[in-house]
């Protein structure tokens, strides 16, 4: 079974601090892990993925992401926060093979000026 | 080229009533889910086609809630009887995923409101 696990559901950071979104997930086979971000009013639209290579991943935004196989984690960072990165943030994990995707249960990034 | 998209984009029904909500899924696309997402909150899976394969419906919560996907395009999410409690968000999201993994590309949402 699959599940994912996001730490706190509220994270707040001053504009230029740094962004950690911290997500943990459980696989029973090599997993594959997104980051979807979703603005007010709007649906979701992806950040990033990792399926199989390099462990540190590139989004869109400046965003990045770590495969941590020993830990188990994916956490989602930005260097420097911008007001416009205020949205929900959905860590979400896939085993393949037509299996469907688990999501977490989101976090919410505040960023104050 | 054209995304998922949905409709209508809002939907506000009497107590009691039914309704259906529509995705119109990027062509293609092998899989498409339906998730609900209440104010403030994550989101909630409800039903997941993929291909010709038996839906897994594990996520409907009552069975007020049915879907259908017909000719693997076209799904209908239907509410039967409608509660206050269903007021929500209702997302459809479709991917390529055969071998997978792909990432699902999500509408902009149907908003419900059972007065």
């Known amino acids: 079974a699959q599940s994912v696990t996001q730490l706190g559901s509220h994270v707040s950071v001053s504009e230029g601090a740094l962004v950690l979104l911290r997500c943990n997930y459980s696989?029973?086979?090599?997993?594959?892990l997104f980051w979807y971000v979703q603005y007010p009013n709007q649906g979701l639209q992806l950040l990033l993925k990792?399926?199989?290579?390099?462990?540190l991943v590139k989004g869109i935004n400046g965003f990045e992401a770590e495969f941590k196989k020993s830990e188990t984690s994916f956490h989602l960072t930005k260097p420097s926060a911008h007001m416009s990165d205020a949205a929900e943030y959905f860590c979400a994990v896939d085993r393949g093979g037509g299996f469907k995707t688990i999501f977490g249960a989101g976090t919410r990034l505040f960023v104050k000026a | 080229g054209a995304g998922v998209s949905q409709s209508p984009s809002n939907k506000v029904t009497e107590k009691g009533k039914d309704v259906e909500l529509r995705c119109d899924p990027i062509s293609g696309h092998t899989a498409l889910y339906w998730y609900r997402q209440s104010l403030g909150q994550g989101l909630e899976f409800l039903i997941y086609?993929?291909?010709?394969?038996?839906?897994?419906k594990s996520g409907l919560p009552s069975d007020r809630f049915s879907a259908e996907r017909t000719g693997g395009s076209v799904s209908t999410l239907t509410i039967q009887r409608t509660q206050q409690e269903d007021s929500a968000v209702y997302l459809c999201?479709?991917?390529?995923?055969?071998?997978?993994?792909?990432?699902?590309?999500f509408g902009p949402g149907t908003r419900l409101t059972v007065t």
């Open positions: 999201a479709s991917s390529f995923s055969r071998d997978g993994p792909y990432e699902q590309y």
């Open positions: 086609f993929q291909g010709n394969s038996a839906p897994d």
């Open positions: 990792y399926t199989t290579g390099a462990t």
């Open positions: 696989s029973s086979v090599p997993p594959y």
